[in-house]
């Protein structure tokens, strides 16, 4: 009687009759038959009634079957178990082959195409291969935790740049906002000044018309007489003749200068735009730092190389090196210009007469001080609360002081082109003083004749 084999039973039990292979997705039917799902909906596609069993040959009037999940898991376990089975001679791979890195059985090692190479049994494979994926679990682990770590610095990294960039973002917004705000301010006060200015040009203007008015009257009363002197006879045109003549010439000539003076003013006036009194200002040598040297003529100073001994008085400056000019003003307008000469730092400008000359000071009009200047290499106003940055410095400087209308503008001697005007200073009533320094050695600064 022949052996029954039970792994050749199982085999057919869970082979397809129509396919001939493992089932996939097993349906069954209502006689109990299995089939591949594929391969039952094949044989009965185009029919509409009688559907037969392709085994039993049983028919059904409907299309019916349902999923067999059993027989589907049973069929999974047996094509895993006979994955471990040598293909050829069916039987139990037991022992692993080097050359071929392949699992054999014993019969493909005594008898088939490995009997020349090494085997080593499956355990001791597994060990080998079990260490060497270890090591190489090791490395990608470690490779993993590398760029992990690379990762969540590239992160914080980049976090920090964006948050440097939000910071530099929202400065530039900050000091774009305040550029705008100044500017606007410039040109609010600027404009206003102009329209000040042509309210002074028209009332001056008026003013010498109706003086020209009046000098084109009395010329027209004069002309009169003496065309009326013309027609007179000669017995009375010659009766004291020369006295009259005398008389009115002299009343010619004496409008005359007038006339051509008061034109070249106006004139002037109209073509500069200048209405401020050209002020002669010499340097208070009680105010000047110790580190400071005064010309002569008091018009021009300079840094020493060496600190003077003088006396200590009240109103000398003792921590900038700064010089107060001796001329005091407390009304009307005035002007002047100083010359920078090869200088490193300097400040030109106006200061109260109550101003701090002692200690720290407050460089900007809260601390009594209204000024430009090049500092630590950087064109600036000593604006509040920020000093405001300019662009390069001009050879010479004309400062405009409007004690009325409480001004301190800045122009570009050279050129005549505004440099800074502040808004209306609160000169609180006080006398103010132009204001010089020189911050480097041998620097100096003149002013102009």
Sequence with gaps: ?????????????????????????????????????????????????????????????????KPNRKLRNITETAQKLNQLKCEKHKKSLEVFCKEDQALICVHCYLFGGHKEHTVIPIEEALQVFKTQMQTCLLILQKEREEIFAFKLTGEKESYKLLKQRDTERQKVVAEFKQLHQFLEEQERLLLAQLEELEKEIVTSRDEYVAKLSEEIASLNE???????????????????????????????????????????????ALTTGSWFNEATVTLDPNTAHTALFLAEDRRSVRRRYT????????????????????????????????????????????????????????????GGIWAVGLWEGQYRVLTSPKWTPLSRPPRRIRVCLDCAGGRVTFLDADTETPIFAFL????????????????????QLRLCP
């Design 307 to 366: 600190w003077k001994d003088v006396p200590q008085n009240p109103e000398r400056f003792d921590s900038y090196p700064w010089v107060l000019g001796h001329e005091r003003f407390s009304s009307g307008r005035h002007c002047w210009e100083v010359e920078m000469g090869e200088v490193g730092n300097w400040i030109v400008g106006v200061a109260r007469e109550s101003v701090s000359r002692k200690g720290e000071l407050i460089l900007n009009p809260e």
């Design 1 to 65: 009687m022949a052996t029954v084999n039970p792994e050749e039973i199982l085999q057919d039990e869970l082979t397809c009759s129509v396919c001939l292979d493992y089932f996939k997705s097993p349906v069954s039917l209502d006689c109990g038959h299995n089939f591949c799902r594929a391969c039952i909906t094949e044989v009965w596609e185009g029919l509409d009634a009688n559907f037969s069993c392709p085994e039993c040959r049983k028919t059904s009037p409907w299309r019916n079957f």
């Design 222 to 268: 004069l002309i009169r007489e003496i065309e009326e002197k013309c027609q007179q006879p000669a017995s009375e045109f010659l009766q004291d003749i020369r006295s009259t003549l005398n008389r009115k010439i002299w009343e010619a000539s004496k409008r005359n200068p007038f006339l051509e003076s008061a034109m070249k003013t106006f004139k002037d």
């Design 424 to 443: 209306p200073a609160l000169f609180s009533g006080e006398s103010i003083h132009p204001l010089l320094g020189v911050g480097d050695t041998g620097s």
